[in-house]
Structure formats: structure tokens, C-alpha cells
């Protein structure tokens, strides 16, 4: 069975001031992994997904398939960053399986 | 991005009553459509996939009699909860694959589902 742990539900951090956030997960199979972000009072939307490598919004994420990890990272925080994250694993059923999430907080 | 609408947006009914929700895709056509449930605080889990012309595929320990689910077209799935109680009460969301997106999952803005 797959597993998603996003191990903060909270994380306040300063503005410009860097952010980590962290996601572990646990699956059998070759791992494809999302970030999803709800900002308030708007739908569920992807950020980014590992095997794009790609930064949106200057946030970055790489999959360390040694340490199960796919943590999402930005050098300096944005107080427009923040927002409810979603870390999410591809099931071999072609299904998203999300972790319990984790509200940034960016103070100014 | 590709755009997925919920209807209603809010809804409260009595016990023992049926609620349907519909999800629609917008701009495009969705082979594959996905319902998830939300409890405040909580993840998204996922109940059902919801494939055009052929039965949902529900989720272990998500009842298909109580949780209806028919996905007659390309840009419509709907999610019927059959006689409601306080506990169905939830935030359910859908998303919809977009096969010109590298079928990647858009997401409606959800439906807050409030049983009495």
C-alpha cells in the first residue's frame, strides 16, 4: 500500500526568509510525485510534478528515491505563497493518493 | 489550464433525502473523472473513478449504493448521495483528466454538502 506523510500540518516562516516542505513517501512501485497548492478560497491546483523538473514560482522539488523524499522548497518565501500544500503520489491505478497537507504561512 | 465546474457549490438538505452533484468539463473531454471527499482539516481521499460509459470504480470501504456515481458523457460525471445523513456531511470535490495535458487531473472548486 502507498503512503504519503507530510509530517507539519503548519509552517510559518518570514518573508524572504527560506521554506521547506517536507513529504515522504512509501510505494512498491517506480514513484511519480505532485505538488498541489490551494490558495484560499480557490480549487486544488498542480505546482509541479517531479519528472518535469521544472521551478514554478520559484519553488523546485527533487525526488530522492534513497530517502523517499520529495520535499518542495523555495530560497525566499513570498507572503502570496502562502497557502494550503498537497504533496501526491501516482498509483499504479493512474490515481492521485495525497498526503494530509501542510498551511504555509508567510509573514511579512 | 483546463476548467472543471461543480454544481452546486453549497448544499443542505434533511436526513434520509438525495443530494446529486454534478462535475463538468468545461473545455474539454474527460474519459476519466475522479471524486474525492474532504474532511475539514484533512486530506482528500479519494471515493471513486468515474469512467465515460462504464461503471465508477469505487474505493475500498466507499459504499456504491450509497454513493452514486453515472458518467453519461465526455464532460459530465455526477455524484448522487442517497439518503443522507449528518455524517455524509463533507466537502467533495472532482477532477476531470485532461488528455491534452499530459492527462493531468483539474480540479472543480468543490461542494460543501450539509446533512440536518
Known amino acids: 500500500a502507498q503512503r504519503v506523510t507530510q509530517p507539519e500540518k503548519l509552517l510559518s516562516v518570514f518573508k524572504g526568509a527560506p521554506v521547506e516542505l517536507k513529504c515522504n513517501y512509501s510505494?512498491?512501485?517506480?514513484?511519480?510525485l505532485f505538488w498541489y497548492v490551494q490558495y484560499s478560497r480557490q480549487r486544488l491546483q498542480l505546482l509541479l510534478r517531479?519528472?518535469s523538473r521544472e521551478s514554478i514560482k520559484g519553488f523546485t522539488a527533487d525526488l530522492n528515491k534513497g530517502e523517499t523524499s520529495f520535499h518542495l522548497k523555495k530560497p525566499f518565501a513570498q507572503e502570496e505563497d502562502s497557502a494550503m500544500y498537497y504533496c501526491?503520489?501516482?498509483?499504479?491505478?493512474?490515481?492521485?493518493?495525497f498526503g494530509t497537507g501542510t498551511r504555509l504561512t508567510v509573514i511579512p | 489550464g483546463a476548467v472543471v465546474s461543480q454544481h452546486p457549490s453549497r448544499v443542505i438538505c434533511k436526513s434520509g433525502t438525495s443530494v446529486k452533484i454534478e462535475c463538468r468539463s468545461l473545455d474539454f473531454q474527460a474519459t476519466t473523472m475522479f471524486w474525492y471527499r474532504q474532511f475539514p482539516k484533512q486530506s482528500l481521499m479519494l471515493m471513486a473513478t468515474?469512467?465515460?460509459?462504464?461503471?465508477?470504480?469505487?474505493e475500498q470501504g466507499v459504499e456504491k449504493d450509497k454513493f452514486l456515481i453515472n458518467h453519461a458523457s465526455l464532460t459530465l460525471s455526477t455524484l448522487t448521495v442517497t439518503s443522507a445523513h449528518p455524517e455524509d456531511s463533507s466537502f467533495y470535490i472532482c477532477?476531470?483528466?485532461?488528455?491534452?495535458?499530459?492527462?493531468?487531473?483539474?480540479f472543480g472548486p468543490g461542494t460543501r454538502l450539509t446533512v440536518l
Open positions: 510505494y512498491s512501485g517506480s514513484p511519480e
Open positions: 477532477s476531470a483528466r485532461d488528455p491534452r495535458a499530459s492527462n493531468e487531473q483539474f
Open positions: 517531479h519528472i
Open positions: 501526491a503520489l501516482l498509483t499504479g491505478a493512474n490515481n492521485l493518493f
Open positions: 468515474s469512467n465515460e460509459g462504464s461503471k465508477a470504480t469505487y
